[in-house]
T-cell receptor, first 113, second 113 residues
Framework: NAGVTQTPKFRILKIGQSMTLQCTQDMNHNYMYWYRQDPGMGLKLIYYSVGAGITDKGEVPNGYNVSRSTTEDFPLRLELAAPSQTSVYFC????????????FGAGSRLTVL | GDSVTQMEGPVTLSEEAFLTINCTYTATGYPSLFWYVQYPGEGLQLLLKATKADDKGSNKGFEATYRKETTSFHLEKGSVQVSDSAVYFCALSSASSGGKLIFGQGTELSVKP
């Protein structure tokens, strides 16, 4: 079982560059999420999706964009990277919301210099 | 809004010591409560959960009881092992959070042989 797969695992960007973090899940989950994890700050929700074609903002969406054209894929796009976007990014999926359990990917560490 | 507060880390224990990691929450209604664990270099994974008051979640020797009267969900383990070294996150999901998880800041546990 692959679960949730994120690529790349590591990336260094220069200020102003753009990139896409890829996320794929093979569990046919409807819900998908992008979180960022900063030291001592827990996880903050960036964007989420409740199904193909539907996306919504989380707590910290500024500077990011997402799309959900298929059930499996939920890419996160960073436009005009800034040092404040240096973080570890986690993609997750679940069957539904509420008490449903999230399955997380292994994370993508992004550094913006 | 809803929130989760965990005890600050890092927590350092000797092998076979008793572990308590405190977690309190603020939420309207009756949230579901979770503990997730993040081992070094990995994504988060569910450790245990409880969905109603007085429920006890348990897994791998860890336990937590949903206390509505004290709005708490403290994590306990009677005898920790070196392999329990990880970061532990308390989280809630509620109607007012739209079913999305709200995480505490995480507590790092280090167990020494």
């Amino acid at each position: 079982n692959a679960g949730v797969t994120q690529t790349p695992k590591f990336r260094i960007l220069k200020i102003g560059q753009s990139m896409t973090l890829q996320c794929t899940q093979d569990m046919n989950h409807n819900y998908m999420y992008w979180y960022r994890q900063d030291p001592g700050m827990g996880l903050k929700l960036i964007y989420y999706s409740v199904g193909a074609g539907i996306t919504d903002k989380g707590e910290v969406p500024n500077g990011y964009n997402v799309s959900r054209s298929t059930t499996e894929d939920f890419p996160l796009r960073l436009e005009l990277a800034a040092p404040s976007q240096t973080s570890v990014y986690f993609c997750a999926s679940s069957e539904g919301g509420g008490a449903n359990v999230l399955t997380f990917g292994a994370g993508s560490r992004l550094t913006v210099l | 809004g809803d929130s989760v507060t965990q005890m600050e880390g890092p927590v350092t224990l000797s092998e076979e010591a008793f572990l308590t990691i405190n977690c309190t929450y603020t939420a309207t209604g009756y949230p579901s409560l979770f503990w997730y664990v993040q081992y070094p270099g990995e994504g988060l994974q569910l450790l245990l959960k409880a969905t109603k008051a007085d429920d006890k979640g348990s897994n791998k020797g860890f336990e937590a009881t949903y206390r509505k009267e004290t709005t708490s969900f403290h994590l306990e383990k009677g005898s920790v092992q070196v392999s329990d070294s990880a970061v532990y996150f308390c989280a809630l999901s509620s109607a007012s959070s739209g079913g999305k998880l709200i995480f505490g800041q995480g507590t790092e546990l280090s167990v020494k042989p």
